[in-house]
């Protein structure tokens, strides 16, 4: 925390619990305003959306607002107990190639920082603007899954005998249909469920990867076959990308990052309740 390099970034949908106390040194930046934004789009129509995945642009411009510079260490945490905020934040500068090596999750969040006895501070820090520089690239689509690889991957999964390659993670009741989040409920044909919050131990820290191996075969999946996660807007999928991808290593798993709100909104994708 001492280093001049350092970032630490605290995501949340709201200040209240920034303001309340947060990691001496922690700047606040909102999910709903630099993470996700809301919009809509051609695929989809006139629904509005929450969700949408900022261009690389915008993520530049995100991190000069930050005062990140090319070369600072970057660590993201939020006080929602399971770390999903969080890891939007560092999934999406993955995707645009912000150095990994430089980039962190602080395991846990606010909530296992409170439990260890660690000090907190409820001064704001309002960042140093720098310049946008230009520290990202392209986006990196072995990160992200396309709703055509999505069809693709399903109609795999929906042959008799198909390995699964989808993995649904929101509520049982969004999987099922009966919770509503779109113009269509249901799921995409083909997927296995599994709540994003079994990945996240009760102490809200993240599954070791042996846990999450486990919780994969539990589930009837066979984790050399799994390519994407999804959820209603990418910010679970991404939670469970991380610990599939980052922690297990299952490097072919993707984050599907329009989710449900892309899927259920189109009405040329085929839907299953």
């Not at 949908?13 to 922690?26: E, I, L, M, N, W």
């Not at 695929?43 to 995100?62: C, D």
């Amino acid at each position: 925390m001492g280093d001049a390099d350092l970032r630490i970034v605290h995501v949340s949908t709201d200040r209240k619990a920034y303001d309340q106390g947060h990691v001496p040194g922690a700047i606040f930046v909102d999910l709903h305003v630099d993470l996700a934004k809301p919009g809509t789009r051609p695929e989809t129509g006139a629904v509005k959306r929450l969700y949408l995945v900022p261009t690389r642009e915008e993520v530049a411009e995100s991190l000069a607002s930050w005062g990140v510079v090319p070369g600072d260490r970057v660590v993201f945490y939020d006080d929602a107990g399971q770390g999903r905020h969080a890891i939007r934040g560092y999934w999406l500068l993955r995707l645009y190639g912000f150095p990994a090596d430089r980039l962190h999750l602080l395991d846990g969040g606010l909530g296992v920082w409170h439990t260890e006895g660690r000090s907190t501070t409820a001064e704001p820090l309002e960042p140093a603007r720098v310049e946008a520089t230009e520290p990202l690239r392209e986006r990196d689509d072995s990160l992200i899954a396309t709703a055509d690889e999505v069809l693709a991957w399903s109609r795999e999964a929906s042959r008799p005998g198909g390995p699964t390659r989808l993995l649904d993670v929101r509520r049982i009741d969004e999987f099922l249909g009966g919770d509503v989040m779109a113009s269509r409920g249901g799921r995409i044909a083909g997927s296995r469920h599994r709540l994003f919050a079994d990945f996240v131990a009760p102490d809200g820290r993240l599954r070791p990867a042996v846990d999450a191996i486990a919780i994969l075969e539990g589930s009837g999946v066979k984790p050399g076959e799994l390519r994407a996660t999804y959820c209603q807007g990418g910010v679970r999928a991404a939670l469970v990308w991380f610990v599939l991808h980052e922690v297990a290593g299952l490097t072919e798993v993707r984050n599907y990052a329009e989710s449900w709100e892309e899927w259920g909104n189109r009405p040329d994708l085929p839907v299953e309740k």
